[in-house]
Structure formats: C-alpha cells, structure tokens
C-alpha cells in the first residue's frame, strides 16, 4: 500500500500544481483528525500555506482515488476468483485511472443475471460464432447445422445463439466502449420536444420544446432544465450520437475493432448485421446511460459550486453589527409579526400590528413601532423581502417620514429560511416563549445584525441560493455546503461568550455535544476569561482544544491575545516578539511595521506564522467582511406590473447563476441580468463582476408578466425591449479588459473563504416517449 500511497498524492500535487510532499503533509494531517480551517490557517510551514480552496479540493481527490483503490481492489479480487486474470489484464486494471474506466474492463467479468449469450454457450454454439468470426468464407446457414439440438431446433436459433454471444463480447470490450464513449461525448448532441397536449401545462419549459444542443456546448442550468422537464412528463429527451451515416462511424469502428470486413463472403452480411445490432441494441443503449450519467455529474458538480459560491456570499455579507434592530416579519391577514432586538441579540419586545388589508389599522401601527422603537433605541429596522413586503417597507418609510427624530435605517432583507428556522427544535429551545409566527420576526432582525451567526442555525440548502438544488444529489450538496459554512465561520472567528450551539458547532473541532456543553459550561459559571478556561468544559481535550482555540474570541478577557486569531500554541512568540520590541505590540502599526518577521522564526513556527502573528497584532480580530451599505427601492414600483422598460432601479443582486444574476428590485419577483448584459465586456463567470449582496443599479429591458421574467441590465446604456442572445456568452472578439457598470460600490474582495430494439431504446431514455 505505501507505493499506492505515494502514487495517490503524487497525482493529488500533478493535479492541483503542488509539490508531492505538500500533498503528504496535509493528507497526514486530515488523517489525524485535523480540519481543513485549522490546516489552512495554522499549519502553513507543513503544507507550504497550501489553502482551504486547495486543501478541499485536495480532500475530495484524496476521498475519491481511496475509493478507486478499493474499488480496484475488489475487481482484481472478483476476477481472480474467476481464474481470469492473466498479467495483460491485471497491468490495464492496474493503470486504470478512473472508476468509469475500470468498470469497462470489469464488464465482461461482472457476475450478472443469466444472459442470452450464456444460454447460447450452455448450448454450446461459442464454436459456431467464433468460426464465424474467424472464416468469414464459410456460408452461415451450414456452418449452424452441426449445432442443432432439441434445444437449438433450427438454423436461425443457432445463428441466434451465435449473435448474442458476439454481441455480449462486442459491447464488453472495455477499450472500445471507452472510445465510442468519448466519441459520442465529443459529436452528440441532445434534443428534446414537448409532449403532445404538454405544451400550455409546461410552458416554463418552452424553451426546450424544441431544441437541440451538443454535449459539449451544455451548461448545467440546461442540462437539469432538460432533466426535469423530462420528469416532470412535459419534455421528450433524446441522445443523439451524431452519426447519420449509414453505416455509422461507429458500427465500421466496431467493425475493424473484430476484423469484420464485407468483402461479399458468405457470412460478411451475417456479421454487418450482428455489427448493426450490438451497436443499435447493446452499445448505444450503453453509452446513453453512460453519457447521461456524465451530463448529470457535470451539471450537479457546477450547480453544486454555483450554490456554494453564492451561500459564500451570503454568509460573508456585510453585518450591521451591535445595534438594536427591529424585524417585521410582513403579512396581510395575518398582520405583520414585530420583533426587537438589542445590540446583542436578546428578544426585548414583540407585537403584530395590522397595517394592511383587511384590517388598515395604518396609523395605529405606526404609533406602535414608534413607541417600540423610542422605549428600546431602535437604530435599524430589518424588513423581511417575503408577501407584503413592499407594503411594509411603506410603512416603515412612513414612520421615518413621521419621526424622524428617532433616526432609524430601514432594510429589506431576505427572509428565505426563516420560516424554517422558526419552526426548528432550536428556535423552540433558544425562543421557548415565544410563537412560531413570532420567531421569523427575530430571525430577519438578527440576520441584519450579523448574517453568520444567524444562518449557520438553517439548513444551508434552504437559504436559497442555489439553482434546481431539489435535482442535486443530497450528499454532495451538503457536503459542500457544510464545508463553506465550516470556511466562513472559522474565516470571520465566534465570539466564545455569545456564539449559539448552532455556530460553535461550526468552530473547527467542536462537535454538536462539545457545542452544548460550552453552552451549558457558560451558563453555569459565567463568561469565559480565557481561551484556557476551554479546557475545563467536559470532554473538550487536548485535541479539540488545538483545533478550536484559534477560531474562538475573547474580547475584553484577561489575555489581550485571545481576542484576536493568534493560536494560544503561538502566545511564546508573541511574547518574545514583545520583549524585542520593548513596546505594547497590539495595534502598535509602526512598531509592528518595523520588525523583521524572519527574525523570530524558530524550530516550530516558520515565516508564514510569524507573519500572520503580526498581520494580527496590526488589527486583532479584526473582522473580514465588507462594510455595512443598504438600497434604496423606488417609491410607486411595488409589483410586476408596475415595471416599464427603460427604469433605471437599484436593487440587490440575491443569487449568481452560470448564465446571470437574479436582482431584487422591490416587486415580489427577482429580474434576471444575462450574463451578457453583466459588462460591455466579455464576461466569462458572473462572478467575476458581481456576488449575492452586491447593491447595483439596472435597468428594465423587458417584462413578461405573464410568465413572471423581468429582463435587466447592469449596462445602463443598453436601450430597451433588447433580448438576451440564448447563448451565454457574447462573440469573444469583445473580450478586452473589465467593468463592472451599474455597480454602487465595489465591495472588497471575501476571503477564500434516454419492436424490442425501440423499446430498449425507449427505456435507455435514447429516443421514444415514456
């Protein structure tokens, strides 16, 4: 196992560009229950400061060729159990670089249901079909003879047998069906029509009623556009190879791959069409299951980074930091449900008022709010984006108009989630007297105040910030959800005296139960004092202790340091730094700027360290994210409807997809901005000119109410009634520098933070109707 070992983290450093020991280094680390933050952040000398981008990448790889060796391992295993592996054999399962191509050699020796082509052996007609594949002079039909039996009655049943035995070991060969694969991927194409009297049920899907697009030129949102359609029973798929030569390309490379060259000898057209069916039958039924399987993978693994990326931002967004907050949970029968919070947090009022219709109780509600906001010092007031929303963004404008003197911030924020938080069994334990209706109201207030600490409590996957994340496999979205959430958290630091269970458990290290009884711990005896007084909160040992410690924040404790991101394990450094200096470090710019980092690197910390010791001594804890900015939506466009193009709107950008970006601008409905109309440059990922949160200003292009599609552009000069082209880039001849028009502010950059052969087709989802 040590040379798979080494042969494992050497295509780990090919592939991601490192050196072989860096790989070994942080594979030795992730194998002793290190984490990826703690790596990225603490442990640069030994993996030469590979990062937590590379690091997961680096963990993924490393999951998967584990699962390559095993995966080799049983085969080589199940075959030689078989007495079938010769040395030829074992070298191509050796060399096998892939599971897709380790399954293909596996194939002819996979035990499987009784076949007709080992019935025909068991028949014994394997002698009948090897001759004539071998002598292609001798005339079929007499060369069967020989082989009847009772159960081989006649010669088309022998020929038959013979067939299936040649066509079984045609669509076996591993090498070949790798190649037709790679063929068909490299020349098919998909298409899809609209079922009969599908057409008015699935019109959000006339987009595909009749198209066609080749593999290669798919993007993912297409691809499971095209996938649910299909389920949904509104779109008929096919997957077409890409040949309409008769015979295909792919049946004469069948051909040549077993000699069979029609060279008018008697059994010639006999093995054509043995050819034609393995291909039309076997092989092509085969591929299809492969190559939508590929198109599927593609498109989750891109979704998968889309949705990723998006939540990133999300929980990087600006915090509005300590400030009381009001949050208004929007409703019209229902009422508008009013939560306020003080700077830290803590619930210290509720209410529902009845503004709207039925009730109108306008200026009643008012009163309320002023009264709520004047009593508890209100500063912001966080209105969920959900029904109602711009009616109750009206009426907080109102209360603005009218009391200006309590000088209150009005934001509309995204309630997505909240109503799954509230009726989570942890609101129940953190809000226990409060009605579920009532706890959405404090979730919108909270996540002004700080967007992390109030969306690590939800589900990641129902933020909603992902496309058809309903399609995606549920272990690989929230493996890597849970993964940006772990990045973010550890990036921005917990502050250990008010952090909930719900982001402790988040900290690198601290486990769901370790979460609870450092809760529990801090109820019971008081704020922490140090980041050493950790080590006395049950079943927190030594190694969570290193794990953790880093990440955690004291502010005001009894050691400065433990403010800040400098491990505990490095505190002998700062304190010899200090004794250098002869002067306070923390926040001493000039001081600090003045050290030469090289001149406190020892055994145990390197360069990487001691540099980021005093990057952290400059600012302690200082806290990654962009600053705190909100938008303005327009008076008088509060619905669809009320859009006209050529409206210059501001608006906030909530969700990047591969083709574009989804922009709030205040009417119940996000408008799409087309990648193409992101810059008047080439655009080659949206995120490159935008991310969720970005505050910008578009305008209306077009707006389809009936379908509920507003078309916007971030270039403001584009002029009305213009369409975005259905492919996603603009001619590349444009590609030249950068922009990013419309922008308000450019925000600082976030850390890494588918007869019997119709039939069998049909069912392969290559052709036909379900």
């Excluded at 897709?100 to 002698?127: C, N, V």
């Excluded at 009163?367 to 009206?394: F, M, P, Q, Y």
């Excluded at 709107?649 to 996000?670: P, W």
């Excluded at 009634?721 to 520098?737: C, H, L, M, N, V």
Aim: charged share 30%; proline share 6%; net charge neutral.
């Amino acid at each position: 196992m040590p040379a798979v070992t080494t042969a494992i983290h050497q295509r780990i450093a090919d592939e991601l560009g490192v050196r072989p020991g860096q790989v070994s280094a942080a594979v030795d680390l992730l194998d002793g229950g290190s984490t990826v933050p703690f790596i990225a952040r603490y442990r640069k000398e030994a993996t030469g400061a590979l990062d937590d981008a590379q690091l997961r990448a680096l963990e993924e790889r490393l999951g998967y060729l584990r699962e390559l060796e095993e995966r080799r391992a049983a085969v080589l295993d199940s075959i030689r159990s078989q007495g079938k592996l010769d040395d030829a054999l074992e070298a191509s399962i050796l060399a096998a670089d892939s599971k897709a191509r380790l399954e293909d050699l596996y194939l002819p020796y996979k035990p499987k249901r009784r076949t007709k082509a080992q019935i025909a052996r068991e028949q014994g007609l394997e002698p009948l079909a090897e001759g004539l594949l071998g002598d292609p002079s001798v005339d079929p039909a007499r060369a069967a003879e020989p082989y009847l039996t009772e159960e081989v009655p006649d010669v088309a049943a022998a020929l038959q047998g013979a067939r299936a035995i040649l066509v079984e070991r045609f669509g076996e060969d591993g090498d070949l069906i790798g190649e037709l694969r790679e063929r068909m991927w490299a020349q098919g194409r998909v298409s899809s029509k609209v079922r009969e009297g599908k057409e008015e049920e699935g019109a959000k899907f006339s987009d595909y009623f009749d198209f066609s697009e080749p593999f290669t030129k798919l993007p993912s949102h297409r691809i499971l556009a095209l996938f649910r359609g299909e389920k949904e029973d509104v779109l008929d798929l096919q997957l077409d190879p890409g040949d309409d030569e008769e015979p295909t390309g792919y049946e004469a490379r069948i051909a040549a791959r077993f000699g069979v060259d029609d060279q008018g000898r008697p059994a010639d057209r006999w093995l054509a069409d043995t050819v034609r069916w393995a291909w039309r039958t076997r092989i092509l039924v085969h591929l299809g299951i492969d190559l939508r399987s590929r198109l599927r993978q593609f498109a989750e693994d891109e979704a998968v980074k889309v949705f990723a990326s998006n939540l990133r931002d999300l929980l990087l967004a600006a915090p509005a930091g300590t400030r009381a907050t009001m949050g208004l949970d929007p409703g019209f029968r229902t009422g508008v449900k009013v939560a306020v919070v003080d700077a830290t947090g803590k619930v210290v009022a509720t209410d529902t008022i009845f503004p709207h219709v039925p009730a109108n109780r306008w200026d009643e509600s008012i009163a309320k709010l002023a009264a709520l906001a004047h009593r508890h010092r209100v500063e912001l007031i966080a209105i969920g984006n959900g029904t109602a929303s711009r009616e109750t963004d009206k009426l907080a404008a109102d209360l603005l108009k009218r009391h200006a003197d309590l000088k209150l911030t009005k934001v509309v924020v995204s309630e997505a989630g909240a109503s799954v938080y509230s009726a989570s069994a942890f609101a129940s334990a953190e809000l226990p007297d409060l009605d579920v209706s009532l706890r959405g109201a404090v979730s919108i207030a909270r996540r002004l105040q700080d967007p992390l600490a109030e969306l690590v409590k939800i589900d990641p996957k129902s933020i909603g910030v992902g496309q058809y994340q309903h399609d995606l496999a549920e272990s690989k979205l929230s493996r890597s959800l849970d993964a940006v959430v772990e990045d973010c958290v550890n990036a921005v630091g917990v502050d250990l005296n008010t952090a909930s269970a719900p982001l402790l458990t988040r900290v690198s290290g601290i486990t769901a139960g370790l979460a609870e009884n450092i809760v529990q711990h801090r109820d019971a005896h008081g704020p922490f004092r140090s980041r050493t007084a950790l080590k006395d909160v049950p079943r927190l040992g030594p190694k969570a202790f290193e794990q953790c410690a880093g990440f955690l924040r004291i502010p005001n404790g009894d050691d400065p340091l433990d403010a800040s991101s400098v491990h505990p394990e490095a505190y002998p450094v700062v304190r010899r730094i200090q004794q250098h200096a002869k002067a306070e470090l923390i926040g001493n710019t000039a001081v600090l700027k003045s050290l030469r980092p090289q001149d406190f690197v020892d055994d145990k910390f390197g360069l990487p360290t001691v540099t980021d010791i005093l990057r952290e001594l400059e600012k302690p804890g200082r806290d990654p994210r962009p600053a705190f900015k909100t938008a303005t939506f327009a008076d008088g466009v509060e619905k669809i409807a009320d859009l006209k193009p050529g409206m210059v709107l501001e608006g906030v950008v909530t969700n990047v997809a591969a083709f574009g970006a989804f922009v709030d601008i205040g009417v119940h409905q996000d408008g799409l901005v087309h990648i193409s109309a992101l810059s008047d440059t080439y655009v080659k990922d949206p995120r490159d000119v935008v991310k969720s949160g970005d505050v910008v200003r578009v305008k209306v292009l077009e707006v389809d109410i009936a379908r509920k599609r507003i078309g916007l552009s971030l270039r403001l000069q584009d002029e009305p009634g213009r369409k975005a082209p259905q492919r996603d880039q603009p001619r590349r001849e444009q590609q030249r520098g950068g922009g990013r028009p419309g922008r308000q502010q450019r925000q600082p950059e976030r850390p890494p933070a588918n007869g019997a052969m119709a039939e069998a087709l049909r069912r392969a989802g290559l052709g036909g109707s379900k």
